[in-house]
């Protein structure tokens, strides 16, 4: 039988190998400190930011049909107050998370920022 070299630190015998459980067991654990704050902050900034970009693509089409004649005056006067209260709301949100403008834009490399 080949036997092959064991590194020093590794334990040789079934009664070492449950000592170096035990140790390692007994080894204070790291840990992640959440802030419910912070969770709730990150949450509301992701959020808003998805919400941000959602928003720019649909005024862009908007803007688009509006441009091609499609919408009706009607539908034109809807989109305005429809964009409207949500820019209300997102302000509204904004400051209850306290961000701006700014906190609510990706970073995205070397592709620069998200919007």
């Not at 170096?20 to 990150?42: F, S, W």
């Amino acid at each position: 039988m080949i036997e092959t070299a064991r590194p020093t630190d590794q334990p040789s015998t079934l009664g070492e190998f449950a000592n170096a459980i035990a140790a390692h067991a007994a080894l204070p654990k790291p840990r992640i400190e959440l802030k419910q704050d912070n969770v709730r902050n990150g949450l509301g900034k992701l959020v808003l930011t998805i919400v941000k970009l959602l928003r720019e693509l649909l005024e862009r089409q908007a803007i688009r049909r509006v441009d091609a004649g499609s919408l009706t005056d009607e539908e034109i006067e809807r989109l305005g107050c429809t964009f409207m209260h949500l820019s209300e709301e997102m302000e509204r949100l904004k400051k209850e998370f306290g961000l701006d403008d700014e906190d609510l834009n990706l970073d995205l490399g070397p592709l620069g920022k998200l919007i």
